[in-house]
């Protein structure tokens, strides 16, 4: 059972990492799942121009290494964006170096995690960031709801 609404946002520009994650996430029935290959594409749907309807997700699974604009920028923009700040953004990377985990915890990052090679470690990986995320975590209070 899902405490929180909306869907787990994955953006990851490798297909193979995109196939893996699914099909652990199928595994443990982690609910809808929305995917994008890049940081432009999640600003857009977070934080649409047009006046359509925002993307409002559960959480958001972000690679570090994405293409047009890095994780960490994104998250950056996430941050700074009164509607997004709260939301729940874990950095996943294969590499994990130093220097990206420090930039991506200082911009606000909830989690950083290293991607691992082994696919039952990284099924477990991503069933247990879901669980947490998902079940347990206490949902994040709305702007409103802060006053």
């Given at each position: 059972?899902?405490?929180?609404?909306?869907?787990?946002?994955?953006?990851?520009?490798?297909?193979?990492?995109?196939?893996?994650?699914?099909?652990?996430?199928?595994?443990?029935?982690?609910?809808?799942?929305?995917?994008?290959?890049?940081?432009?594409?999640?600003?857009?749907?977070?934080?649409?121009?047009?006046?359509?309807?925002?993307?409002?997700?559960?959480?958001?699974?972000?690679?570090?290494?994405?293409?047009?604009?890095?994780?960490?920028?994104?998250?950056?923009?996430?941050?700074?964006?009164?509607?997004?700040?709260?939301?729940?953004?874990v950095m996943l990377s294969t590499s994990c170096e130093e220097h990206d985990v420090a930039e991506s915890y200082r911009l606000g990052a909830?989690?950083?995690?290293?991607?691992?090679?082994?696919?039952?470690?990284?099924?477990?990986?991503?069933?247990?960031?879901?669980?947490?995320?998902?079940?347990?975590?206490?949902?994040?209070?709305?702007?409103?709801?802060m006053s």
């Amino acid at each position: 059972m899902r405490s929180r609404a909306g869907p787990i946002v994955l953006v990851e520009p490798n297909p193979d990492d995109v196939i893996l994650t699914m099909r652990a996430l199928a595994e443990d029935d982690g609910g809808e799942v929305v995917v994008l290959s890049d940081g432009e594409s999640l600003l857009s749907r977070l934080l649409p121009r047009d006046g359509s309807a925002p993307l409002e997700p559960a959480i958001i699974l972000m690679d570090v290494h994405l293409p047009t604009i890095s994780g960490p920028a994104v998250l950056a923009r996430i941050r700074a964006d009164e509607r997004t700040r709260r939301l729940p953004v874990v950095m996943l990377s294969t590499s994990c170096e130093e220097h990206d985990v420090a930039e991506s915890y200082r911009l606000g990052a909830d989690k950083v995690v290293c991607k691992p090679v082994a696919y039952n470690d990284f099924a477990r990986l991503v069933q247990a960031l879901s669980a947490y995320w998902l079940d347990l975590d206490a949902a994040r209070p709305t702007p409103e709801g802060m006053s």
